[in-house]
């Protein structure tokens, strides 16, 4: 692929919130894209991607009793011969966890993610948070917004979205690829992220 990429290590978090000046406006559209190694087993490149509003320690840790809110969307590639026998696993999920008052909880929403698979090798993704409802785009396409979000023990519940006022101040992406190579000590494939863009709403 053209450009420049940041290949990430596996469970090796990398975070630009040191770079970051000031905490994310409450409105904002954020995008990048992600490629995945060719593959040919079940599932191929996973990336996730965090939000958090948690103020934190010197060390990285949420503070004692912080109240705040977070944003993860985990994106994984799948293998298009499974398309037809019910063991197809690309998907992106997108979840908003909260200790706020009145918006406590997990959301969350699934989707069969076949834009990202072992031959469709790349996706842009988008993360649009606008008065306080969250919404994922893939390749400019819909896919999950948040007040449509459901909690795995109780589908009655109905999502609030983000409490007012709420400010991220914290990013972090990571590698979640499950495949390992045969030594066991790297990843058999890679993903990578590059053309990270956040802009106020």
């Not at 909880?105 to 989707?111: C, D, E, L, R």
Request: net charge neutral; proline share 3%; hydrophobic share 30%.
């Amino acid at each position: 692929q053209p450009g420049k990429w940041v290949q990430l290590g596996h469970n090796n978090g990398l975070s630009p919130t040191t770079s970051l000046k000031k905490s994310l406006p409450e409105n904002f559209t954020m995008e990048f894209d992600v490629v995945t190694d060719e593959f040919d087993v079940r599932t191929g490149g996973a990336v996730s991607v965090s939000l958090s509003s948690y103020q934190l320690t010197t060390e990285g840790w949420a503070k004692p009793n912080e109240k705040g809110s977070t944003i993860l969307i985990k994106i994984e590639a799948g293998n298009e011969a499974d398309y037809n026998n019910n063991n197809y696993r690309g998907g992106a999920e997108t979840s908003i966890n909260s200790t706020v008052s009145g918006y406590e909880g997990n959301f969350k929403s699934n989707y069969s993610l076949r834009e990202f698979t072992n031959k469709k090798t790349s996706l842009h993704l988008t993360l649009k948070v606008k008065d306080g409802q969250v919404t994922t785009f893939i390749n400019n396409k819909e896919v999950a917004v948040s007040k449509d979000f459901k909690q795995d023990y109780n589908n009655t519940a109905v999502c609030k979205g983000l409490p007012p006022g709420t400010q991220f101040r914290n990013i972090s992406f990571a590698n979640h690829t499950q495949n390992w190579s045969p030594d066991g000590k790297s990843n058999a494939v890679n993903v990578y992220i590059s053309n990270i863009k956040i802009t106020k709403d």
